[in-house]
């Protein structure tokens, strides 16, 4: 019977050791201190043919691919950082990952390259054929995939991490805590830097202050109308996504360089920095159950990376939040011009020097299939960022700050004209101006958070949802037709009193809602 089928989850599921034994490792130079053969998970390829028909093949001769690696030593694992220090083990429900301090004072991480899901299940069903399919499903990532991923980041321009693959010796104690070394004993993981605080440099930020999380950077930016998020940086980062099929965009994936804002002098501009590219090169819907399982009405955001582009909704649907507030005020003329950049800037040689950083073992596997895909996607990127802009178009949202903001919206049968002062900036108190168009957007929502809003409505047209959060909010419209507002968020709009229970305001927080 299939593996995944069996009555209970096998008890020894994953390789013991990365390590090759001598008599498996190629031909060449053998194993030393300082090297090791190994492999990523060559449990996922021990599968038949009728398994691989039916789960997929995904990248199971990848993860069984012998690659040859360094052997960690964090006495010397970043040159120039010094010994390394374990400070912090953490990781999600899936991989291991261990914050690690230079003697400089720079953070750096490693995260397992294979995962065990097994604690997304409920309790009741970790021992039964269900674990052995949801550990199975790991095989659909590229565990090498974030190798190819920073020349195209460079030659975007967009910042990024430099990840090295290592291999943690069976017997290391060196990891800062028993549960630490018992995690990461013998197996593959990735190193790079950790852009967090003020230590860490990006040679594409030279300006950055620090780098700080996506929460945090949405603090400052509802503290004060001076603080922007630099969106056509960002924009280039999300086709980037796009590009290499990097669907899990959540804004947890996100950290932000803070830099001065050269527009608004004592402000703040963010700099959008991807992180964990784990999901690159994904390749989930080659099997007939799994191609059923990923379809739109089941698990749709797992999806496959082909030779052309597909369910774009589904593809960035776990970046829409960081879309909402990061690309805004983008037109469909920028959503052009960042994708005529983005071919401008990846040529074929550039493609080709990304593929190229995976091991050659794994190139000979995949590259040139890889190489082909990317230059299909490359190429159709102009009318992807179309798509794209559409699908953002649709519902966009305009939010304020924590202090009082004035909305003025001039709304006519074909657009809508949305302002947004605050009196905190002086004169020149506009911060956001954007006209929305019928023919593309169905429904249109404010924000106004903190602060005693103002919300003045002119004319009747396009649809729009009133959010004012907290403060005594005041909202003035012309006419009330096709205008909304939210029952969770309007606890101190001038607007009547629920008269349900179900009905009640509370105040509307922003920062909780994704």
């Not at 830097?193 to 990006?202: D, P, T």
């Not at 590219?277 to 955001?301: C, E, I, N, P, Y």
């Not at 030779?307 to 776990?318: C, K």
């Not at 096709?482 to 968020?489: A, G, Q």
């Amino acid at each position: 019977m299939l593996g995944v089928a069996g009555g209970c989850a096998r008890r020894h599921y994953f390789q013991a050791d990365a390590r090759l034994p001598a008599a498996a490792a190629p031909a060449g130079p053998t194993a030393t201190a300082d090297s090791v053969w190994a492999t990523a998970g060559r449990q996922y390829n021990r599968h038949g043919k009728l398994y691989k028909l039916l789960m997929g093949p995904h990248h199971r001769a990848v993860w069984a691919a012998p690659v040859r690696v360094p052997v960690l030593h964090l006495a010397g694992a970043v040159p120039g950082a010094g010994p390394l220090t374990a400070t912090k083990l953490g990781g999600g429900f899936q991989s291991t990952s261990l914050t690690l301090e230079g003697a400089n004072g720079k953070p750096y991480v490693i995260r397992s390259l294979d995962k065990d899901p097994l604690h997304i299940l409920p309790s009741f069903l970790r021992k039964t054929f269900l674990a052995n399919g949801l550990r199975d499903a790991t095989s659909a990532g590229n565990p090498y995939g974030a190798l190819a991923v920073p020349p195209l980041a460079q030659a975007l321009g967009v910042p990024h991490t430099h990840p090295r693959i290592l291999y943690v010796p069976l017997d290391a104690d060196n990891m800062g805590s028993a549960e630490a070394n018992e995690r990461l004993r013998g197996k593959l993981v990735l190193l790079e830097e950790k852009y967090n605080g003020a230590k860490v440099h990006s040679p594409l930020l030279p300006q950055a202050r620090k780098f700080v999380s996506d929460e945090d950077m949405r603090k400052h930016l509802y503290a004060d109308p001076r603080n922007r998020i630099d969106q056509p940086a960002l924009l280039r980062a999300r086709l980037l996504d796009v590009l290499i099929g990097d669907w899990d965009r959540h804004a947890g994936q996100w950290q932000w360089g803070e830099l001065p804002n050269p527009g608004r002098p004592g402000g703040l501009l963010f700099v959008a920095v991807p992180k964990d590219r784990d999901q690159a090169f994904f390749r989930a819907s080659d099997g007939a159950l799994l191609w059923l399982m990923t379809r739109k009405f089941t698990v749709r955001h797992f999806v496959t990376f082909k030779h052309e582009y597909h369910d774009i909704p589904a593809l960035t649907g776990q970046g829409r939040y960081v879309d909402q507030r990061g690309l805004n005020a983008l037109t469909r003329r920028d959503f052009a011009a960042a994708a005529s950049f983005a071919v401008a800037h990846l040529p074929d040689s550039t493609l080709a020097r990304a593929v190229r950083q995976l091991p050659p073992a794994v190139y000979a596997l995949e590259g040139p299939r890889l190489l082909r895909d990317l230059q299909s996607r490359r190429d159709a990127l102009p009318q992807l960022a179309q798509t794209y802009y559409a699908l953002k178009a649709e519902r966009p949202v305009v939010a304020g700050t924590e202090l009082p903001d004035h909305f003025v919206v001039a709304r006519m049968p074909d657009s809508t004209t949305v302002r947004v002062y605050n009196r905190t900036l002086g004169a020149d108190s506009l911060f956001y101006q954007r006209t929305f168009y019928t023919r593309e957007t169905k429904r249109l929502t404010l924000e106004g958070l903190g602060g005693d809003d103002q919300f003045d409505l002119t004319g009747d047209g396009l649809k729009l949802v009133v959010h004012a959060g907290a403060g005594q909010d005041v909202l003035r419209a012309a006419s009330h037709r096709r205008l909304r507002y939210e029952p969770e968020s309007n606890g101190t709009l001038n607007t009547p009193a629920p008269t349900k229970k179900k009905e009640r305001f509370d105040n509307y927080d922003r920062l909780t809602d994704e």
